[in-house]
């Protein structure tokens, strides 16, 4: 699965403390998006959860049908608009600049606006209230399965006359982490 998460919802900590979980920063790849989605198609097909920034252009590259990231296997999680003052105390205490934090603050809400970001082949989650990116792949993993179909070939019309046999990609992930947790 690719997640492509806004700037401070946590996925930085995942990357370094779970299992198959792979965080590609996209600064080192200088606005090379091309070379970054293929970087991460390339983690995703050998079957991490790849993080990545929630950058239009390398979201419209993941979506883009060639390079075959199923329709169910890729999400933009972005921060609940009520939350801007806890991000700004993130982006602070983890060591932004403060030029970083006044353009991220002076463009929270344009940014954040799913209506006017989102295009019709992306999938959007905005996180509840306080919630950081692990517990809102928790709280995905848990919901109905068939909200993240790839299966383009399903027998039926009706997605929850299938609920029972389709699998939540994000389980796989979570069940992982609790493994390692023990």
Known sequence: MIICGYAGVGKSYLGRNYPMVMDLESTPFEKDWDRYAKCAIHYHKQGYLVLLSCHKDIRERILDPKNGVPYGERLTIVPNIADKDLYKKRYTDRGNTPEFINVQMENWEKWLNVKDN?????????MEPGENLYDCIIRLSKEKPYR?????????????????RCVNPLTKYVELWKINQK
């Open 148 to 164: 993240f179909c790839s299966y383009d070939q399903c027998p039926v019309d009706d997605c929850s006359k299938m609920a029972e």
């Open 118 to 126: 989102c295009s019709l082949h992306e999938q959007w989650e905005i």
